[in-house]
């Protein structure tokens, strides 16, 4: 700050154009002065012109009344209009270098943090605390403004003439005074019809004390002559000098006149002069109250006058008119010629004389706004200005157009900011562009200036940076004042400041600075812009480039004509970009990055430390430099250059101590930017020589994919584990940013190796258990990006962390880049959430084992194509090239109804052979029953090696294991992949080995795996479509079509066999016509098949019943999940399965071969997992092997074996599982009584409420399925009729089947004729009937009430007659059925309304009556 505290913004501009009362004493008043330390009476009143408290009311220019609070004036020797030469940029830039230096401080602005700006300081402080010096600049440079012809501020009001009352003639002094040049200078610029005031006052010095006794009389004499401007002042009484003074009031009175200079003449050098030695507290009220009469009786109301007077002569017309402006020209003042009021000056300018209408009007304004009467000074600069305009006095309208904007923001405040803007923007313009005056650039700094301080006396800061870069820049350093004054506005713009256009504004002031020869000033800048950038960095950038915005908006303010021209921004912003004074034009609009401003900063920063020789400083500016990939090619190469170069400068130069002359050296490898190594992309690839990604994953028991090992569930740390001696390749993405081409020498990677159970080795250590190659040269073209592969191969067994790659940078600069990464976020302890704490990462690391297994597998001859249903081959062959044997491998397939598995076998064996999965078989059996385990298992696991195949979950008679694979074997897995379904899949092989004896954990099982991807398309081959019917002839059965279409446009499809599988139903096929050549199906043809399912065995009917049921185990194992508190644990039992084969050719396939079973039964288990997984979603899946079978007992299940005619020879089948006959087997609901014993006593609230969800939920279930089917059956069988005379008459024999085997029912049959139809049917009966109402009617008895046994069935015998033989449709009836049950816990949503219902015919049947 400076060293006194700086007036107020409005009260700047309203001092600088305060009134001037010109001050002349006698000799005795001038050494009664000099004693004090003044050098003159004008220094001595100087404090006592600010702020003087008038409080009065005066008269406007029109008349009106208004309160003057307070008015300043200034107090001056002498009054000339100099023609003195302009201010040249060499004295612009001495100013502003004194000014820096009278205040200058080391510390940046407060709003300058550590880590970047701080956005509350930048808001609350003061703008003029950040940059003092310019408040020193403004003051001394308003302040040493010359008068000047074409304004009256200049001109003194009034005249002061003081002489002493010791001096022997104080009326002839007075007289003496009145006659000086000075007041003739000010006279002859006089106002039309006015006087000159002036004010006569007599000293009375305390030091003459013979004096005192006469100089009331002689005060008299001169009231007596002067009249009533007169004035007595006494000064000096402190005669007793310091020793009787009090030293703090000496303190007191000295500052008055110290801070006043400092106010006033801020650059006036600072001495330890004590002022006011013979004053007292007593004389400085005097001297101010003598101040304020001088003002409030003569000079105020002098100026009224002459605002009266100047009025009456050139605007009388426009008196009592309140408010108006008055529209008067020329033409309304005198009839003068133009020649006669205007002279052209030495400078070319045109300018007024005293008395003309424009001088007097000018007059009057300027007399106005002194007396702050703004409004009224407003209206006549406006008038005054179209006649400047009118005459090309341009002088004069810069002026006036100053002046109106000025008077605008004083009190109008509201208005907008086109308004006083633009009459701003006029003003400059006019006078750096229309004038001729060598003051023309001066002028316009100070227009520039005034409305700046406006602008930040009403927190209009939105408009100040436009209006700073509109001033004049004539020197370096005035325009990095000005231009900084533009950064600091843009803090202050909004409610959270514009830190990116600081920041570049920032930037641009450093480089003015630079230009100047002001280093200090510059340095701080780039310091501030440094911070900036780094808030700018953790900003996020939002979708639409602020950044591209904000540079296009700050290049075209730069454009503006009033600021520079175009050559000097160019090199303004050329050297912020680097460029230059070679860019062009067009690159200034065009090089709008901030990558530019970062790169110029740090090089700049960079090069001032290598001046001082801090090389570490200078290393890290220049580091941040090769870090942007924007910068132009030339640059880069530049850059790069330098960089190198300060290498080897500074390994030639020994560190030194502390001092001026010290010099700081970097120690170590430089971490760089370039090349990129992204830690993220590096990738460990165990025995890179395989396929497939290898890894330590956790296999668990529900089937699902192994993963990495989660976080302590196996206490181990890393997810990589390799054996001792095993190559370890390590793939490094480098990328080169910069656009020029480097090299890369000697590259390898730095590690950390801890041995198992020691502490960190040291680094011999490391060498001897780590082989670690080197890439000796790496090429990197601009912007390429490239594959490294470093080998490393550990000969001791530990853990290796990989801490980096070391390199050589162009064969010069040792670099090293840091592939650390941070862990994961630790939120454990209060410490740890309030502060940000990682665990150690472990990504990029591995351990090395002793025992672990070092197996070769590979996978051949896996497809990418297959045909939907066909069969494909492959082989997966695993070695063990390790020296341990290995006891345990196992294989997980991701799509287990894809792939089928064959036992292992040792290579060399030659024993056993491969049959394929199909095995022809010439006499296969058309029904047959075979017991087959109904267990819901996991089919994606198998064990190929070791006994654990029940704790990792696989099915044991799939796959025959061995029992180990010992060093140095190696054995095949044959590997049928089937196309399964149509589109695109990847399959996942994942093979897991353990080198442990022990038994595998239950729960969980870390295995080093290798997993393999395959993407496989399938394309369509057949279509196969089901369709279920009623068959007629019992209510039992049911039709079962099956549709196949060859998909395929040129080979045909032999389909070979049918296989149906069931635990009730057998199949038969309607019609035994289809032979081999009938089931040719051809390219784009189909062929339809129907089967007729029925019971296998009509004595069994209660099977559903057995306690050894799939259904009953489900029933029970429901029961007890619900209520009990143990979970089911055990297993369904085995299931006979009927088999019903229909083979087209001359040899079948044998569906009881183990291999096609195996897969027959993982596709069915994959099915029936996805089924429960979506039809009861509140089990958990780890239940269904345990509450679920594999089959249910009235599932059919389907399979179509085929062969390709034509082609490659391929063979396949397609398959449907879970066919549905539309039989109602609502058996679960059962399962939702509690049972009568075992039931839990008490439940938790969360209990309860998943237990009434999971109830709810299979109750609704099955009151969906029963509304869509039919719980009873009815079935009529006629026999041949017999002639009653002249009817036929035949025996019916009428069965109600019951499909529900939970409940009887009691039913009542209603057999209606057809000419009784009309009668139900209004009735509400559901029956389409369309045959003849007369032709038949029923005979006898037509209603029956009967009961059926669940699952059984019910025959009624009755009679019909027709009137001649032929078809007629019998299905007129109505079944009224009412369940019967015992009362039951059922939730009453289970209670569907098929336990109560009226059932019609769903079908026409048709049956033939004919005679005997």
């Known amino acids: 700050m400076p060293r006194a505290s700086l007036a107020q913004k409005k009260d700047f501009v309203t001092k600088a154009f305060c009134p001037r009362i010109l001050a002349l004493a006698s000799a005795g008043v001038q050494d009664a002065c000099a004693v004090n330390g003044f050098d003159s009476f004008a220094d001595l009143l100087s404090p006592f012109g600010q702020d003087v408290l008038t409080q009065i009311t005066i008269q406007d220019g029109q008349g009106a009344p208004y309160f003057l609070d307070k008015i300043n004036v200034r107090f001056t020797t002498d009054f000339v209009i100099e023609k003195s030469p302009a201010h040249s940029s060499s004295d612009v830039d001495s100013l502003v270098k004194t000014c820096a230096a009278a205040c200058i401080e080391p510390a940046d602005p407060s709003f300058v943090g550590s880590d970047g700006v701080v956005l509350d300081a930048a808001i609350a402080d003061d703008i003029s605390t950040w940059a003092p010096w310019y408040t020193l600049f403004r003051q001394q440079w308003v302040g040493d403004m010359q008068a000047s012809e074409h304004e009256t501020f200049m001109i003194p009001v009034a005249c002061l003439l003081v002489a002493s009352g010791s001096e022997a003639d104080p009326i002839g002094a007075l007289r003496a005074l009145q006659a000086s040049a000075a007041v003739q200078r000010v006279l002859t610029c006089g106002d039309g019809g006015t006087k000159m005031l002036f004010y006569y006052m007599l000293l009375h010095d305390g030091r003459d004390t013979a004096a005192l006794q006469t100089i009331d009389l002689q005060f008299d004499q001169v009231r007596k002559t002067f009249g ?126 005293h008395k003309s209408p424009e001088a007097m009007l000018r007059r009057l304004a300027d007399c106005s706004f002194m007396l702050k009467d703004y409004r009224f000074a407003q209206s006549v600069y406006q008038i005054a200005r179209r006649d400047f305009q009118s005459e090309k006095a341009w002088m004069c309208y810069a002026g006036a157009q100053e002046m109106i904007g000025v008077c605008k923001l004083l009190w109008e405040v509201q208005t907008t900011k086109a308004e006083f803007d633009s009459i701003f923007e006029d003003a400059v313009l006019t006078y750096t562009h229309k004038t001729r005056t060598p003051r023309r650039y001066s002028l316009a700094v100070r227009c520039t200036v005034v409305y700046y301080e406006l602008l930040k006396h009403h927190r209009f800061y939105v408009f100040a940076p436009g209006a700073l870069l509109r001033g004049p820049a004539f020197s370096a350093s005035l325009t990095a004042l000005l231009n900084e ?61 602020d950044d591209e ?381 075979i017991q087959v385990p109904n267990v819901l298992r996991d089919y994606s696991t198998f064990v190929l090696v070791g006994q654990q195949a029940d704790a990792l979950g696989s099915s044991a008679h799939c796959v025959e294991p061995l029992i180990s694979l010992g060093p140095g074997e190696a054995f095949t897995v044959p590997i049928w992949i089937r196309g399964d379904r149509v589109g695109a899949h990847t399959l996942s092989l994942c093979i897991g080995a353990n080198s442990a004896a022990t038994a595998v954990p239950k729960d969980l099982t870390v295995m080093r795996s290798r997993r393999f991807e395959v993407d496989l398309l399938v394309t369509p081959s057949l279509r196969v479509n089901a369709f279920v019917r009623p068959s007629t002839r019992s209510p039992r059965e049911r039709l079962l079509g099956v549709e196949v279409e060859n998909m395929h446009a040129e080979l045909s499809v032999q389909l070979v066999q049918t296989t149906f599988t069931s635990g009730f139903y057998e199949l038969v096929p309607v019609s035994n016509s289809l032979g081999p050549r009938k089931a040719l199906v051809g390219p784009r043809q189909s062929i339809s098949m129907v089967y007729r399912a029925r019971p296998h065995d009509m004595t069994q009917s209660d099977r559903l019943l057995r306690a050894d049921s799939p259904e009953m185990f489900a029933v029970r194992a429901l029961r007890q999940f619900i209520y009990s508190s143990e979970k089911p644990a055990s297993t369904p039992g085995a299931i006979d399965l009927i088999y019903s084969n229909n083979v087209f050719t001359d040899e079948g396939i044998d569906c009881k071969h183990h291999s096609l079973q195996s897969y027959i039964m993982r596709s069915q288990a994959h099915r029936r997992r996805n089924t429960l997984r979506s039809g009861y979603p509140l089990i958990p899946d780890k239940y269904h092997s345990v509450m679920f079978p594999l089959f249910e007992s009235f599932g059919i299940d389907f399979v179509l074996f085929w062969s390709q005619i034509g082609g490659p020879g391929r063979a396949g089948h397609h398959s449907i599982s879970g066919i549905d006959l539309g039989v109602p087997h609502d058996y679960l609901v059962e399962g939702l009584n509690p049972p009568t014993e075992g039931a839990a006593r008490t439940w938790l609230s969360d209990t309860m409420h998943d237990r009434e969800a999971l109830i709810h939920s299979i109750a609704s279930r099955s009151e969906a399925a029963l509304r869509s089917e039919r719980p009873l059956d009815v079935t009529i069988r006629v026999d041949a009729a017999q002639k009653s005379g002249p009817l036929h008459v035949a025996d019916v024999a009428v069965s109600v089947f019951n499909h529900s085997w939970r409940y009887g029912y009691q039913f009542t049959l209603d057999l209606l004729s057809p000419n009784e139809l009309d009668e139900f049917l209004a009735e509400g009966a559901k029956i389409d009937y369309s045959g003849s109402r007369a032709a038949w009617s029923w005979l006898g008895e037509t209603s029956y009430s009967a009961s059926v046994e669940p699952h059984g069935l019910t025959v009624l015998h009755a009679r019909l007659s027709c009137y001649a033989p032929g078809t007629i449709d019998v299905a007129l009836w109505r079944l009224q059925a009412s369940a019967s049950m015992e009362p039951t816990a059922v939730p009453a949503v289970a209670s569907s309304r098929n336990l109560d219902c009226v059932l019609y015919p769903a079908q026409p049947h048709f049956v033939h009556v004919g005679a005997i």
């Not at 701080?524 to 900003?539: G, T, W």
């Not at 790169?599 to 090069?607: K, M, P, Q």
Request: aromatic share 6%; net charge negative; hydrophobic share 40%.
């Open 549 to 929: 915005k904000d540079h296009g908006k700050l290049t075209a303010e730069i454009k503006s004509p009033t600021r520079a021209s175009m050559d000097e921004k160019a090199a303004a912003l050329g050297a912020a970009t680097g460029d230059g004074v070679n860019m062009d034009k067009t690159s200034v609009t065009a090089k709008t990055k901030w990558a530019a401003i970062d790169s110029y900063i740090n090089h700049e920063l960079g090069r001032q430390s290598m001046a001082v020789h801090n090389f570490d400083e200078a290393f890290q500016y220049f580091m941040a430099l090769m870090g942007d990939e924007k910068t132009p090619p030339k640059l880069q190469s530049k850059y790069l250059q330098e960089l190198l170069q300060l290498f080897l400068e500074s390994s030639d130069q020994p560190a030194t101590g502390d001092g001026s002359n010290s010099v700081v050296k970097h120690t170590g490898p430089i971490e760089l930017s370039i090349p990129s190594i992204d830690p993220q992309l590096v990738r460990i690839i165990m025995s890179p020589e395989l396929e497939g990604e290898d890894a330590m994953l956790e296999w668990r028991l529900d089937g699902s994919s192994p993963s990495k090992l989660s976080g302590g569930s196996s206490g181990l740390q890393q997810t990589r584990f390799c054996s001792v001696g095993e190559v370890v390749a390590v793939l490094l993405v480098v990328t080169n940013p910069l656009v020029i081409g480097v090299t890369l020498n000697n590259l390898t990677l730095e590690c950390a190796f801890e041995a198992a159970g020691d502490s960190a080795a040291t680094g011999a250590s490391v060498d001897s258990a780590l082989d670690i190659s080197t890439v000796t040269t790496v090429i990197l073209e601009g912007e390429q990006t490239t594959m490294v592969t470093v080998q490393i191969t550990p000969r001791r067994a530990g853990s290796v962390s990989i801490l980096g790659a070391k390199y050589l940078l162009c064969d010069i600069l040792p670099t090293f880049k840091s592939l650390v990464l941070p862990g994961r976020r630790m939120n454990d302890t209060k410490e740890q959430r309030m502060s940000v704490v990682h665990t150690p990462d472990t990504t990029l690391g591995f351990s090395v084992s002793s025992d672990l297994p070092r197996l070769e597998i590979t996978v051949d001859d896996l497809p990418d194509t297959l045909m939907s249903g066909s069969m494909h081959r492959a082989c997966l062959r695993v070695a063990n090239s390790g020296e341990l044997p290995c006891h345990s491998v196992a294989m997980w397939v991701s799509h287990p109804s894809f792939v089928g598995v064959r036992p292992p076998r040792l290579c060399g064996d030659e024993d056993e052979e491969d049959t394929g999965m199909y095995v022809s078989w010439p006499d296969v059996a058309k029904h047959e029953r």
């Open 228 to 353: 009533q401007n007169s004035a007595l002042l006494k000064i000096n009484t402190n005669t007793d000098l310091l020793g009787a003074a009090d030293a703090s009031e000496r303190v007191k009175i000295s500052s008055i006149w110290s801070s006043d200079i400092a106010a006033t003449r801020p650059l006036v050098a600072h001495t330890d002069t004590s002022y006011g030695e013979m004053l007292t507290m007593r004389d400085v009220a005097a001297l101010r109250d003598a101040v304020k009469l001088m003002l409030v009786r003569s000079v105020v109301p002098h100026m009224q006058y002459v605002i009266r007077v100047l009025s009456d002569q050139t605007a009388s017309e426009r008196r009592g008119i309140t408010g108006r402006l008055f529209s008067a020209g020329r033409r309304y003042l005198n009839t003068s010629s133009k020649a006669e009021n205007t002279y052209v000056g030495a400078d070319g300018e045109v300018y007024y004389r």
């Open 485 to 545: 004054q533009a950064a600091y506005s843009y803090l202050k713009v909004g409610s959270r400041p514009n830190v990116r256009k600081f920041a570049f504004y920032a930037m641009l002031a450093s480089q003015s600075y630079q230009k100047a020869g002001m280093n200090d000033l510059a340095s701080r800048c780039l310091r501030m812009v440094r911070v900036s950038l780094k808030s700018r960095s953790q900003e996020p950038l939002r979708a639409d480039s």
